[in-house]
């Protein structure tokens, strides 16, 4: 009872009401908040602090930046939900909010289409070297629990493409990523495609601000030929994996493209089969069989994996050659 009055004395004030108003329709910063409500920050910090407080909204770090948006797990995220739908929606004031954070995302959404088209030519340059998109896409969901998950994680999420594919599946997911301009994009186009389950946030991928056990599924899709360490990234991605999770990778078969080296930044030019199932057992995960889907010159594939249960023995790795190799290169 005690715990129930002070969250409700916390949200029993004007200007809180319309933070958790707002805060409900999208994530936002401290900066775009006192823009939207006219009042000084320390004033707006103030009120953003009580309600996180009380359990009615969440903050995440990006960066140097915070954000806010209402609170999803626990009965002060129920109790933020109730209130929100009871705020009449002819109120004169909420109307003149939405209208100002309206403003705020067509702004975003400026930055975030700037951001894309100056690296568009690039993007496309390497799509133009594989299947098409939807091809993988396509894989995805056909691995992919047809009953869906409770809890998604995409890892190296870029614009959030994997979410938006996904999110039909997922009760709630998340994407991470180091780039805060990638991190941009993705917050826009989940915005403009209504996915209020889908959230971007910055993060490491060797370091998952997660607790172990957190997730039902995880993607990781075009990320490891980018990294130091791909086997850290598997071992780290199965931890926050539930026992009986699915892990997707996502990635080129070996190739000898090195100008995706030079070029693009690629520090790794493809995977074998065998050492991704290795990596997957080293991490407790059981490799399933492979999906190769060859594309001119780059064959894309697709290795899904399962969390085992502690202590459980890991079967041999099932792989499937893919249906041509690349210039002589093993599969």
Known sequence: MDDLLATLKAAAETTRLRLLALCAHGELTVTELTQILGQSQPRVSRHLKLLCDAGLLDRFREGTFAFYRLAEKGQSAELARVLVAAIPADDATLI????????????????????????AARWHEIRSLHVAEGEVEAALLRLFPKGGVEELLDIGTGTGRMLEVLAGRVHRAIGVDQSREMLAVARNRLEEAGLRHCHVR???????????GSFDAAVIHQVLHYTESPSGVLAEAARVLRPGGLLLIVDFAPHHLEALREEHAHRRLGFADAEVAGWCRQSGLDCGPVVHLPGEPLTVSIWPATRLAAGVQIPSPQIQKPAHSLSGVPS
């Open 96 to 119: 003149l909010d939405l209208e100002r954070l309206d403003a705020i995302k067509r702004s975003r959404s400026e930055t975030a289409a700037a951001y894309f088209r100056e690296n």
């Open 202 to 212: 910055q993060a490491d991928m060797y370091q998952l601000p997660f607790p172990s």
